[in-house]
């Protein structure tokens, strides 16, 4: 059993390293793709982290002119009331009078004396503060704020940044196309597999043949090709996986010293173990698509 | 040991390379099959190990009829057969010694009985001091010779040789044939297809003479023609 | 000589098909590197453009204390002379009394009562307009920003977006990182196609071997196998190359209908014959290396 | 036509193929190379078409010293000679036809030509009905037959043939015989390594004995040992 083994060893080693540059190219194309792969899968990552940061921090400002009735605000009441029964966009709500207004705009510039003065209660609006439901989207957000901007006595409604649409689009353009390329590049993979072990047992069909002859099983012979192939994908993964750690790290770590520090990117990083999740899995992957390359190449040329 | 029984087996090309052909070969006996070029020869041998299956007939090798024997079932029968084909079928990267050994290898011999065995049967073939050569090192005789050497490392209980002496000179398949009569005393059946009348006409072995895949000859202590 | 060429190109098609996994590789793993190459040059001047555009409509606005002196004015004027003397930042420069700067802000605000009756010459600060010359960094310009700013009586240095500073990293950092992969994947794309000859010449090696041995020249059994290479590179090129302008096509069109209008991404474009120059580029670069691959592997296997 | 001066040929592996063999070979003539397997008879064949250079001696062929041939003059030279193989030498993936045809084909000649002489030259080794057959779909002597026909298709001048009768049965190979010498009769220069004593025997033709590398006897009208 144990020279079995060193044979299956031996045999993989000596094919892998004969059939080199093919072996070489179909490593660079499994590591390419599966890097892709883990890239498209990061950057999506990426995408709804910043999404969701910059959602959370949303807060929908109604500003309502200071000569506003109360009955006039018991339609933004009423309104927003009924919004929260729903549920769907709405999450809760307050108001902030005009003494409160002043209040929150004297500690947002606390530091410059010209803006204090510039606000007091007679320039300065009360508010509605309108939570959002945390699921709830930019669109949702932007009809609720289209809806208000419609009752009487509004000032402005300041509404999510277009920002968030313009990333949610992106996300989608970009991760749709990263996808398809990487997917491509993995049959590309699988197809470098398939041929470097088809490749490998053309070059060797005669010893094929002549093994056949003399009696060795199936199995004997499709052995080390199959591991070949394993060995293949595993490397692409390894390779691949490492290389998006990398990436990541310097993405991450170019978040908070290269980028001037108000950029706005903050949160446009995969956190915690979801790098080395997608790592982890792409080197999965590398092996699986060795494993099937190699298994459906192994099984020509070996009808006795 | 073997038997054919109405054999007829016609190639993709229209050919008939055998009809109904039947015979049997006894443990420990010695056959020449002999016959013009493109008689059938070559394609009789392949039938025995299963390379080929006839289209009409039975083959039965070691007591089985192996033409319906299912595939997983056709390595052990080969590990009982010894062949010498016509074309030698060495392994161009393999030296030597590999080569003799990777018969050995392939069907799980330990180490120890391959570094035994394969000097051994080196000797026996005469090409001790060539171990390490690669085949296209060799002559064309001495690559026959390796061809003999792995078929029979092995000690098969047959031995099927396809021209072994082809590429030899007088000398040198004198010795092959002593060689093949020497393991064929010792219990080992041998099935010889072969172009060479002196060496039929000096052993007088069982001859059988095919002309166009058909049987028109089967005698004992026979010679060439 | 017309049997030869039909000799090449039938010896070439009989072995592009015979090897056709292995080619088809080949040629997916050039288009894919193709694909990548011209897209990082796309990005490259998609920055680019977006970057010129927003730095063009860039202006420096200097606002002054309204009880600032004129002695303390003066020293502005002869801090920005002497600065548009030098030429390097400040190509030229303007006072905005408080009167304009209320007439700027009632203009600006034309639909608002409310911010009209916010901006009065009480409130509203005088400032300089300080427009850069076309060629300075957003660096030059912050520097600039910094030297204002220490100056007495400033209110405020309204400085270029840090949108800029972070779209020269963001252009820096996606630009190395995929030119790399890209030149990895090319790599692997000469690698595949050289072992594609390869392959396809040792596959053949005892026919080269007849060839030589019945007389053939060099040069007539290199031939196919040359073109051959060439017409993989090329094939992968031309993908490559299509894949490019409809990508390009499809985000040029998504910049307009897909992103919402004011997304600040208008300008990420790349504009008029750049994207054909750039595909036709990667058809070049394609045949360029099929030739480079086939012309070495052809060059083994054939020592007389 | 040939003449073989002094030439050592030492493989890598240390063995001396050849030692100090000398002889010339007359337009026309018709010579058998003899002796025991791994004498050297391939290696001297192998000299005369440059696919081995001597370490000494020198080698011409129609007029000219082949050992210091540029490498662009080879295909030139390879063109005057037809070379029948120990092993044949046919491509798997091609006809019996499309192999003849290839040997024309690759030295540029046109397509009339072609389909002129190759069926010619079928007839003439008796495989015209086998043309579109592939080499494995023939027998051992059916190849050998092949390997002849491309090697004279060409007409050339000087035919290197390596053991043409080997596998052919005694019937078949008397055919080849008489075709080769019906070759040589209209001029072409003959050198054939053999081991089939009957066939020198009856040609009564040179023969060139080698042992070991030496040549031990060059003999006019002569007889296989
Ligand atoms: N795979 C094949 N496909 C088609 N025809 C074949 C095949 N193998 C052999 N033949 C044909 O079958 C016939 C018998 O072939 P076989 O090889 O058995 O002859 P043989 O007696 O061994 O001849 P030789 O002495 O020349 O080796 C021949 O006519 C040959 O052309
Ligand atoms: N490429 C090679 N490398 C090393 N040794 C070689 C090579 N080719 C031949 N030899 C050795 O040179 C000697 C002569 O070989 P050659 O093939 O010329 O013999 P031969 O007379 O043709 O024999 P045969 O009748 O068996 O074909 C042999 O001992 C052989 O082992
Ligand atoms: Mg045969
Ligand atoms: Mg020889």
Redesign the interface.
């Known amino acids: 059993m144990f020279?079995?083994i060193t044979?299956v060893f031996r045999e993989m080693w000596a094919s892998l390293s004969r059939n080199l540059t093919l072996t070489v190219a179909a490593v660079i194309t499994a590591t390419v793709s599966l890097f892709l792969s883990g890239l498209t899968l990061l950057i999506q990552e990426g995408f709804d982290n910043q999404l969701s940061a910059w959602t959370k921090g949303v807060r929908l400002l109604v500003y309502v002119d200071n000569d506003a009735t109360p009955e006039q605000l018991k339609v933004f009441t009423d309104a927003l009331t009924q919004a929260k029964a729903e549920g769907t966009v709405v999450k809760d709500f307050n108001y902030c009078d005009v003494a409160c207004s002043v209040d929150v705009a004297h500690k947002l510039y606390a530091g410059d004396p010209t803006a204090i003065e510039l606000y007091n209660d007679k320039t300065t609006p009360s508010f509605f503060r309108v939570i959002p439901v945390n699921q709830s989207s930019a669109t949702q957000l932007n009809q609720l704020a289209e809806r208000l901007h419609g009752l009487p006595k509004v000032n402005a409604v300041v509404s999510p940044d277009q920002m968030i649409t313009t990333l949610s689009v992106l996300k989608g353009f970009v991760g749709v196309r990263s996808l398809i390329m990487s997917i491509v590049l993995l049959l590309a993979a699988v197809l470098l597999i398939w041929n470097a072990i088809r490749t490998a047992m053309f070059a060797r069909r005669?010893?094929i043949?002549?093994?056949?002859?003399?009696?060795?099983?199936?199995w004997?012979?499709r052995l080390p090709f199959m591991l070949e192939g394993l060995v293949t994908g595993l490397i692409g993964g390894l390779i691949g996986g490492g290389a998006l750690l990398a990436v990541n790290q310097d993405w991450t770590d170019g978040i908070t010293t290269r980028f001037p520090a108000n950029s706005g990117l903050a949160a446009f990083v995969a956190t915690g173990s979801t790098p080395w999740s997608i790592a982890l899995a792409m080197v999965a992957l590398g092996a699986l698509v060795g494993a099937i390359g190699s298994a459906t190449a192994a099984g020509r040329f070996l009808?006795? | 040991m073997i038997r054919i029984e109405n054999v007829t087996k016609t190639?993709?090309?229209d050919?008939t390379a055998l009809r109904d052909a039947s015979f049997e070969v006894n443990k420990a006996e010695f056959v020449f099959l002999?016959?013009?070029?493109?008689s059938g020869?070559?394609t009789l041998l392949r039938l025995m190990?299963?390379?080929e299956r006839p289209e009409k007939g039975g083959v039965w090798v070691a007591g089985r009829n192996i033409v319906e024997m299912p595939?997983?079932k056709?390595?052990?029968?080969?590990?009982k057969i010894g062949?010498i084909f016509?074309?030698y079928?060495l392994?161009?990267?393999k030296t030597v010694f590999e080569n003799v050994a990777?018969?050995l290898?392939?069907?799980?011999k330990?180490?120890q009985v391959i570094r035994q065995q394969v000097p051994q049967v080196l000797e026996i073939v005469g090409l001790e001091d060539k171990a390490d050569?690669f085949p296209h090192?060799?002559?064309?005789?001495?690559q026959q010779?390796v061809s003999i050497a792995?078929a029979f490392v092995?000690r098969p209980l047959i031995l099927l040789a396809?021209?072994p002496t082809?590429?030899?000179?007088?000398?040198?398949?004198e010795g092959i044939m002593r060689l093949l009569d020497r393991i064929n005393t010792t219990g080992t059946t041998v099935v010889m297809a072969t172009?060479d009348?002196?060496i039929v006409n000096q052993m007088r072995k069982r001859v059988i003479q095919l002309d166009r895949g058909v049987i028109v000859r089967d005698q004992h202590r026979g010679v060439?023609d």
């Open positions: 020279s079995r044979y005669r010893e043949e002549v093994m056949k002859l003399v009696g060795a099983t199936n004997f012979i009808d006795v | 190639y993709s090309t050919v002999v016959g013009p070029s493109g020869k070559s190990s299963r390379q595939n997983n056709i390595p052990e029968l080969r590990r062949n016509q074309d079928k392994l161009l990267n990777f018969a290898e392939v069907i799980g330990p180490k050569r090192q060799l002559s064309g005789g001495e010779r792995r092995n396809d021209e082809g590429n030899l000179d007088p000398g040198t398949g172009h009348q002196r060439y």
